[in-house]
């Protein structure tokens, strides 16, 4: 069965007040393929996160850590923002192209509709902000 949570390694870049900026390298699975090089289907992008730190944890810049959450909350990232936006068109679209009788008048309006959606996501994006907390745990521990 799959683990409960999701981790990646990084490397804090900066600290604040109860937040730490950390480092990421995301790869896929083609990148840890000894051919790699060769096939040139391999990627890797460096992605930037902002962690939580406990009061009673201490980092410091350039320490490696383990950056994990919930892979239910990934599963909800999912459908908030590509599964719900492409149930809406659909609805929008199937619902109106018979009443209205024009494709590109309902197509339009699906398109309208999942602009709405993610000006919704977008206005809301503080109160989403405080669901996904990623943890931050020194390398030296989880090894």
């Given at each position: 069965m799959a683990?409960?949570?999701i981790s990646h390694k990084g490397?804090?870049?900066s600290l604040s007040e109860g937040k730490a900026t950390v480092r990421i390298v995301a790869t896929s699975a083609c990148?840890?393929?000894h051919a790699a090089g060769l096939c040139g289907s391999s990627?890797?992008?460096e992605k930037t996160?902002?962690?939580s730190v406990l009061p009673w944890q201490t980092f410091r810049?350039?320490?490696e850590v383990v950056v994990s959450y919930s892979r239910k909350l990934g599963l909800k990232a999912v459908m908030l923002s590509y599964?719900?936006?492409l149930l809406l068109l659909m609805i929008i679209v199937l619902i109106l192209s018979p009443v209205i009788g024009s494709e590109l008048l309902s197509g339009l309006a699906g398109l309208g509709g999942v602009a709405l959606w993610y000006l919704g996501l977008f206005l809301f994006r503080d109160a989403l902000k405080g669901e996904y907390v990623f943890?931050?745990?020194p390398i030296r521990e989880t090894e």
């Open positions: 683990s409960a949570t490397t804090i870049t990148s840890t393929c990627e890797s992008a996160i902002e962690a810049v350039g320490q599964v719900a936006p943890v931050m745990t």
